[in-house]
């Protein structure tokens, strides 16, 4: 699913959002992607990989690098900012609290490895017969 991304030039740019998780201590990843030149390109990263961890679902946002991202977030109903804030160098990265729904809706594939890398194992609802 393609998502508007308006950067900070004024511009308008086509994504798509790419999960995964990061190999040294399996924290949420979530990249942009371009396909303006009819291929998949990366545009950027949405979130980045601090020490330590945080709760499963959560991640920083990389706002040093693209600081219109809180904006898109909230725009796509993509998760919502948990009040904390990490300092790294001479940035704050605020971390978010990203909704898992609307993240299987963007990347499905991508949110089924993160999610078996955590261990979620998503159940399919038993919808009652009706007799």
């Not at 798509?16 to 291929?39: A, W």
């Not at 499905?108 to 979620?120: A, L």
Request: aromatic share 12%; charged share 25%; proline share 5%.
């Amino acid at each position: 699913m393609e998502l508007d991304y308006k950067t900070q030039w004024g511009s308008t740019e086509k994504v798509t959002i790419d999960i995964n998780s990061y190999l040294n201590n399996g924290c949420l990843y979530i990249g942009l992607v371009s396909h303006e030149e009819g291929y998949p390109e990366p545009f950027g990263d949405l979130t980045v990989n601090l020490d330590g961890q945080v709760p499963d679902y959560c991640a920083y946002v990389d706002l040093n690098n693209m600081p219109e991202l809180e904006k898109f977030i909230e725009e796509n109903h993509m998760g919502e900012f948990s009040g904390l804030v990490k300092q790294s160098g001479f940035s704050q990265y605020p971390l978010y609290m990203f909704d898992a729904e609307k993240l299987r809706e963007l990347c499905p594939e991508g949110m089924k490895m993160y999610e078996d890398s955590i261990g979620v194992k998503k159940t399919p609802e038993v919808k009652e017969k009706v007799r």
